[in-house]
């Protein structure tokens, strides 16, 4: 079974500063799918970043960035100049693996909430 | 902007009442998915649709009765719900149902903006 764990129930970062949301997971396929999502109080949940197990190199979009530690089964956000409007919830998530029958749906962590300072 | 459009934003319902929400994603997927998601906690999986066809039911009450007339729309029916049964419900798409290989940017499942619902 898979497991997606977030250490960090929330955090706060002054604006403007860099931070880095903790996501470890566990998994015993070679092939599986690494996703973050950002939760606003709206509630809609928005994609953010993707990083497949195979990628030598850590995906990166905008101002996010994924930082892939396959050996210790880590895959930390990281978020460049925060912004106020980056206060949210942030969910870890995995998908994955032809070898093991339902590992393709979503699994995710419990969150952390972030919280950006003026 | 979400692909994935979700109606109504905000419903408030009685025990004995029947609604629907509704769901609609115009990017080709043939995926769909209704999640559920009480406050402080992650989403949980209810059902997928993988063309069209009901492909998982996580054991959800049939008082939640799910519906796919096209590839593009899927609904969720209510009836008979309970308070406990207040929650977020978010639909989701993507590419495919199963996982392709990790290479591939498809298997990403995109959610809308979500349903508040209220049972009173």
Known sequence: ?118 | DTEVTQTPKHLVMGMTNKKSLKCEQHMGHRAMYWYKQKAKKPPELMFVYSYEKLSINESVPSRFSPECPNSSLLNLHLHALQPEDSALYLCASSQDEGFVNPGDSGNTIYFGEGSWLTVV
């Open chain 1, 1 to 118: 079974a898979q497991k997606i764990t977030q250490t960090q129930p929330g955090m706060f970062v002054q604006e403007k500063e860099a931070v880095t949301l903790d996501c470890t997971y566990d998994t015993s396929d070679p092939s599986y799918g690494l996703f973050w999502y950002k939760q606003p109080s709206s509630g809609e949940m928005i994609f953010l970043i993707y990083q497949g197990s195979y990628d030598q190199q850590n995906a990166t979009e905008g101002r996010y960035s994924l930082n892939f530690q396959k050996a210790r089964k880590s895959a930390n956000l990281v978020i460049s100049a925060s912004q106020l409007g980056d206060s949210a919830m942030y969910f870890c998530a995995m998908r994955g693996g032809v070898s093991n029958f339902g590992n393709e749906k979503l699994t995710f962590g419990t969150g952390t909430r972030l919280t950006i300072i003026p």
